[in-house]
C-alpha cells in the first residue's frame, strides 16, 4: 500500500509517497529566514502556509493511501504541532491509521535504505543533533552525542556572526577548501562531543576567513570521527553510515571513508536528497513502522520537541546483539 509521509521540524516542509520499496512522489517547500536563523514560530507559518500545495502535489491518488505517518519529534514545538495538525487531518478524512515517527530514526531508516547496508553505526550529524548510533537489542542506542548544540547549528552561528546568511554550512565548506586550518579547541569527553567552546574561539579568532572555516571543520569533523571510530571498535559492526545535514560535507566524508578503509570498513552516505530532512524518510520509516503494527492513535498523538532516538521501540528489525 502506499504510505503518505509528512516531515516538517524544521527549516524544510516536505512530503512523500512510499510504496513496494519505491519512492513514488517527493515533493519540499523549504523554508529560508530572509535574515538571522530560523525562528520556529515563522517556519510554522510558512509550513502552515504550504501545507497545502506541498501534499497536493504528491497525494495524486489519496484512495491509494494506507496510512499517514508524520515527524512526531523531535524538532520545533511550533512546527511539529502544524505538521501533525494535517497529519491528524488527512488519516480521518481518509480513514486511516496515523504513525508517529521519530525524526532522527526515520534519518538512519532512509539512509540503510537508500544506501543498502545492514546495521551501521551511524554518524547523524545535523542542525539540533549529533549523535553517534547503533542498534543493540531492540532501539537505536545513543553511543556518544553532543553535550551542548547540534554540529550544524554551530557552524550556521559562526557563519551568521560572520555576515553569512542562514544556512551557513555550505559556505563554511566553500571557504574552508582555500584555507589553512587554523588550531581550535577540541573537545571530546569520554563518548560525548562539545561544540559551543570551538564556534566561540573560531568567532573570536583572528587569522583570515578561509583559515578559520578550515580550521573549525578540521576539529569538529575530526572529534565525530574520533567517537564514530571509537564506537565502531566497541560494537564490533563493520559499516558507518552518515546522515543528517551536515553529512553533505564533502570533507567530513572524506575523513569518515579514510578512518573506515584503515578499519576495513566500509562507508555509506546517501544520495544529497536523502540526506537532509525530508518527507521520503517518513513515509518510509511509516511503512516500517505500519508492516510492524505500530500505529498511533489519534487522542495519543501529541507532539514529542525532545523525542529522543533511543525512546523508540524499533519493531520492525530482527533483535540486535546486546
Ligand atoms: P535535525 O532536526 O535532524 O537536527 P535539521 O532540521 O537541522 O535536522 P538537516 O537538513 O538534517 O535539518 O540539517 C541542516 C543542517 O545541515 C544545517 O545546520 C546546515 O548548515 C547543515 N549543512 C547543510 N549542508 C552542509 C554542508 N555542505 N556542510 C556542512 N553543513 C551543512
Ligand atoms: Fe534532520
Redesign the pocket.
Known amino acids: 500500500g502506499h504510505i503518505l509521509g509528512i516531515e516538517g521540524?524544521?527549516?524544510?516542509l516536505s512530503a512523500a509517497v512510499f510504496s513496494d520499496d519505491r519512492i513514488i512522489a517527493l515533493h519540499s517547500s523549504p523554508y529560508r529566514p530572509p535574515s538571522g536563523g530560523i525562528h520556529p514560530r515563522e517556519a510554522a507559518q510558512h509550513h502552515a502556509g504550504e501545507m497545502k500545495a506541498v501534499i497536493s502535489e504528491v497525494l495524486t491518488n489519496p484512495s491509494a493511501i494506507k496510512a499517514v505517518a508524520f515527524s512526531q519529534g523531535?524538532?520545533l514545538g511550533p512546527c511539529l504541532r502544524t505538521v501533525a495538525t494535517a497529519a491528524r487531518a488527512i488519516a480521518v478524512s481518509l480513514g486511516v491509521p496515523l504513525i508517529g515517527v521519530n525524526?532522527?530514526v526515520a534519518?538512519v531508516e532512509i539512509g540503510r535504505w537508500a544506501c543498502g547496508c545492514d546495521d551501521p553505526i551511524v554518524l547523524y550529524a545535523?542542525?539540533?543533533?549529533t549523535q553517534v548510533l547503533g542498534y543493540l537489542g531492540t532501539r537505536y542506542r545513543i553511543f556518544g552525542e553532543t553535550l551542548d548544540i547540534?554540529l550544524?547549528?554551530g557552524?550556521?552561528k559562526f557563519a551568521r556572526a560572520k555576515g553569512m546568511t542562514h544556512?551557513?554550512?555550505?559556505q563554511?565548506?566553500a571557504l574552508a577548501r582555500e584555507g589553512d586550518p587554523i588550531h581550535l579547541p577540541y573537545t571530546v569527553k569520554g563518548m560525548d562531543l562539545a561544540f559551543s567552546g570551538i564556534v566561540s574561539a573560531a568567532q573570536d579568532a583572528q587569522a583570515p576567513l578561509e583559515d578559520v572555516c578550515a580550521g573549525l571543520q578540521e576539529t569538529a569533523f575530526s572529534m565525530c570521527v574520533e567517537v564514530t571510530e571509537r564506537a565502531l571498535a566497541h560494537s564490533g559492526k563493520d559499516e558507518v553510515l552518515l546522515v543528517?545535514?551536515?553529512g553533505?560535507?564533502g570533507r567530513l566524508q572524506e575523513m569518515l571513508r579514510t578512518m573506515c578503509e584503515e578499519r576495513g570498513a566500509t562507508f555509506h552516505v546517501p544520495e544529497r536528497r536523502f540526506i537532509?530532512?525530508n518527507g521520503a524518510m517518513i513515509a518510509y520509516t511509516g511503512s516500517l513502522m505500519l508492516a510492524a503494527g505500530q500505529t498511533l492513535p489519534v487522542a495519543e498523538s501529541a507532539v514529542n520537541p525532545g523525542y529522543r532516538s533511543d525512546e523508540v521501540v524499533v519493531g520492525w528489525r530482527d533483535a540486535g546483539a546486546d
Open positions: 521540524t524544521a527549516w524544510n523531535p524538532g525524526h532522527c534519518h545535523s542542525g539540533a543533533n547540534g550544524g547549528n557552524l550556521d544556512p551557513g554550512g555550505p563554511i565548506e543528517g545535514g551536515v553533505a560535507n537532509g530532512d
